[in-house]
């Protein structure tokens, strides 16, 4: 079956890709996160999986290239430092989560390709996180075919 939403392509990437891999990664997430889940703070790290939107472009003949867009935020920690400060371990997790995702770029068969374009170090505030929060946003982008029947 192919994919042609975010929600399928986040669940894939939550059940399939990062959730039987945690034992696999170092530091181990403590937890993997969809983004309707409650956070439950404390736990360093974590990782929250959301859809990052959708686009449809014309590729011609009665075809469309879907562009399904993902963002996978690695939470590494309260943050005692200036974002630009990542450590070791924590660009060393990220790169580790990217690779993962590269050894499966077609999701299962369900997409044409995808693949992880940015990342980025941010501080973020996570709903009921009152702390800023140490961040890496991976932005993964997936894309699909799907043939015009109209």
């Avoid at 590729?59 to 935020?73: C, D, K, N, P, Y």
């Amino acid at each position: 079956m192919s994919f042609y939403t975010t929600n399928e392509c986040v669940d894939y990437i939550c059940d399939s890709i990062l959730i039987p891999n945690l034992a696999t990664l170092t530091p181990q997430p403590q937890a993997v996160y969809r983004l309707d889940d409650q956070l439950l703070p404390g736990g360093w790290p974590m990782v929250v999986v959301v859809d990052n939107g959708l686009r449809r472009t014309y590729g011609g003949s009665h075809r469309f290239t879907l562009i399904i867009g993902v963002q996978i935020a690695v939470l590494h920690g309260p943050m005692n430092e200036p974002v630009a400060q990542r450590s070791k371990e924590d660009l060393a997790l990220a790169r580790q989560i990217t690779l993962l995702l590269h050894a499966d770029r077609m999701l299962g068969g369900n997409i044409a390709q995808g693949w992880v374009e940015r990342d980025q170090a941010h501080g973020v505030k996570f709903g009921s996180i009152d702390d800023t929060v140490k961040t890496t946003l991976l932005n993964w982008v997936g894309e699909q075919v799907e043939l015009d029947t109209t």
